[in-house]
């Protein structure tokens, strides 16, 4: 019987992992809960970037070059709002504008953000379970020296820049976790936390009434966003280090201590082996860098493996 | 000195008329009362069909063959809706999108849609005064033999083909004009009713309260939409009869008899001239298709013309 795993995903590192992971598992065995804290109201749709780039990587469509929108893009719309004198500093694609537009009809018409990202995931041709961690809205607001700013203009607008002090995950503590998603911790044989940026993708998720418990009952797996002191991709390690802590692969597992049975590394930070296993975890090196198709599926078989035969040992005290 | 002219239109035919007159009048000289009683909410978005004509053809930016949308204008989001199995039923070109995305920003920003449509035009050069009937949505019900319609629906996706029994223009009543129309109307030495339909373009501003009472002190002149028994573009003609009238231009003077001082038909339906002028109104026949540009300037050299020379001569009762 195939490991039934659930994966806690950001963007881009997230959603290429649960690319591999897909191409290996049954699709009933794999689901996917997305950070929402990301979601913003842009010329009046609501936008899912963490979404949306799960939705387009698993779909096939996602642009291979930037990891988040999609393939074979024109930029029409976007150009014309420009003429027009418009706000540009939002990436928006002609057929990702699609998306936005359908999504804003669903749920306009009263849809629940989970039952619009199914039907959504049902017209690609998407057969695994992807999740939204809340229908209700939760925003990620990002303590800076030049104030409160709400995600998308930190990460986008202000290119994430302004130094940061802290994070607010705004209305998280009246909202509920969307239908499926405690059942998809419960049913898991291990949860995974994909290579995503741990205070702004993942944090939010943990933040949702009831699933930092339900994650605590489970095996979890975390795999570092962070190789040498470096982020793959974003401000992850930039945000550590505002923070006040040593960027690392070590911060991120310390990050996570309460609820990682395992954490991978890159190979390149075998030395930091030890002191993740002091933290009660197990460790595993290897190469964690997702450059192509072959990567996503390599590491996914690897975790996979390290999971049936290690994790899965361990008995949480 | 120059005739100051205020023109009252709805679509194709409205902004063609009012790009002839732009092409003659200084711009401070010709303002533009526009019909909003065909806005909708599609995507979560504004949409001001009306304007848009308006504003396209004005900016030079016009589809020349359909008259509505952008001229060279691509549409791969539409293409992307249809994938993503969303409604396709109301053509949103990539270019024309920009626009609609765009207000509903400004819009939702608080700012009302006159502010809008006057930076808009401000953007695109538009030196003409566009002026919609009301910052207050009014909303167009078609009342058929299908239930009661949305202007939309009625008029895009049932294409015009349900049987018309009235109209009510939603929350009229409590609707005020948008600043400046009035003062349009006051200051104007003639209005104008463009060629549109009168039933669901040119009825909705009369309804606005306040603006028929205005207009009634002011000569009028209305070119007809309808040339012999059909309507040049549209559903005038297939409305006069479901209404149980002969549909003519004879119909659409008696339509506004009780405000028009003068009416231009086509050549082709010379001999209603007496009986318009039964109605007491001034009767000039020409010819009012507007099939390329050098029409539009044509028509609109010939009104100016007859309202300088007859129109203003005219005492009203």
């Given at each position: 019987m195939a490991?039934?795993?659930?994966?806690?995903?950001?963007?881009?590192?997230?959603?290429?992992?649960?690319?591999?992971?897909?191409?290996?598992?049954?699709?009933?065995n794999?689901?996917?809960?997305?950070?929402?804290?990301?979601?913003?109201?842009?010329?009046?749709?609501?936008?899912?970037?963490?979404?949306?780039?799960?939705?387009?990587?698993?779909?096939?469509?996602?642009n291979?070059?930037?990891?988040?929108?999609?393939?074979?893009?024109?930029?029409?719309?976007?150009?014309?709002?420009?003429?027009?004198?418009g706000?540009?500093?939002?990436?928006?694609?002609?057929?990702?504008?699609?998306?936005?537009?359908?999504?804003?009809?669903?749920?306009?018409?009263?849809?629940?953000?989970?039952?619009?990202?199914?039907?959504?995931?049902a017209?690609l041709?998407?057969?695994?379970?992807?999740?939204?961690?809340?229908?209700?809205?939760?925003?990620?607001?990002?303590?800076?020296?030049?104030?409160?700013?709400?995600?998308?203009?930190y990460?986008?607008?202000?290119c994430?820049e302004?130094?940061?002090s802290?994070f607010?995950?705004?209305d998280?503590?009246?909202?509920?976790?969307?239908?499926?998603v405690?059942?998809?911790?419960?049913?898991?044989?291990?949860?995974?936390?994909?290579?995503?940026?741990?205070?702004?993708?993942?944090?939010?998720?943990?933040?949702?009434?009831?699933?930092?418990?339900?994650?605590?009952?489970?095996?979890?797996?975390?795999?570092?966003?962070?190789?040498?002191?470096?982020?793959?991709?974003?401000?992850?390690?930039?945000?550590?280090?505002?923070?006040?802590?040593?960027?690392?692969?070590?911060?991120?597992?310390?990050?996570?201590?309460?609820?990682?049975?395992?954490?991978?590394?890159?190979?390149?930070?075998?030395?930091?082996?030890?002191?993740?296993?002091?933290l009660?975890?197990?460790?595993?090196?290897?190469?964690?860098?997702?450059q192509?198709?072959?990567?996503?599926r390599r590491?996914?078989e690897?975790?996979?493996?390290?999971?049936?035969?290690?994790v899965?040992?361990?008995?949480k005290p």
């Open positions: 490991l039934k795993i659930t994966a806690f995903a950001g963007g881009v590192g997230g959603a290429k992992l649960v690319d591999g992971l897909a191409a290996l598992l049954p699709a009933e794999l689901r996917v809960v997305v950070n929402t804290g990301d979601d913003f109201e842009h010329f009046g749709l609501t936008i899912c970037p963490d979404l949306d780039t799960v939705i387009y990587t698993l779909a096939g469509l996602a291979p070059l930037t990891g988040w929108g999609r393939a074979e893009e024109s930029w029409h719309v976007l150009e014309a709002v420009e003429q027009l004198g706000p540009t500093w939002f990436q928006l694609g002609d057929r990702d504008l699609a998306l936005h537009l359908e999504r804003t009809r669903m749920l306009q018409n009263g849809e629940p953000l989970s039952a619009v990202c199914a039907r959504l995931c017209q041709g998407i057969a695994v379970q992807v999740l939204p961690m809340s229908d209700d809205a939760i925003r990620t607001m990002v303590l800076t020296d030049e104030g409160i700013l709400p995600f998308q203009e990460f986008v607008a202000s994430w302004p130094k940061v802290g607010q995950f705004r998280v503590e009246k909202a509920r976790p969307a239908p499926g405690v059942e998809a911790i419960q049913l898991a044989d291990c949860i995974i936390f994909c290579p995503s940026n741990p205070w702004v993708s993942l944090d939010p998720i943990l933040a949702v009434p009831g699933l930092r418990a339900a994650v605590a009952e489970k095996p979890v797996i975390g795999i570092s966003p962070i190789v040498g002191s470096q982020a793959i991709k974003g401000p992850a390690a930039k945000i550590f280090a505002e923070l006040g802590y040593q960027p690392s692969a070590l911060a991120v597992a310390k990050h996570y201590a309460d609820l990682l049975t395992a954490f991978v590394i890159d190979n390149e930070d075998a030395e930091l082996q030890s002191g993740i296993s002091e009660g975890m197990l460790a595993l090196a290897t190469n964690i860098l997702m192509n198709q072959n990567d996503r590491l996914a690897e975790v996979i493996e390290y999971v049936s035969k290690e899965l040992m361990v008995v």
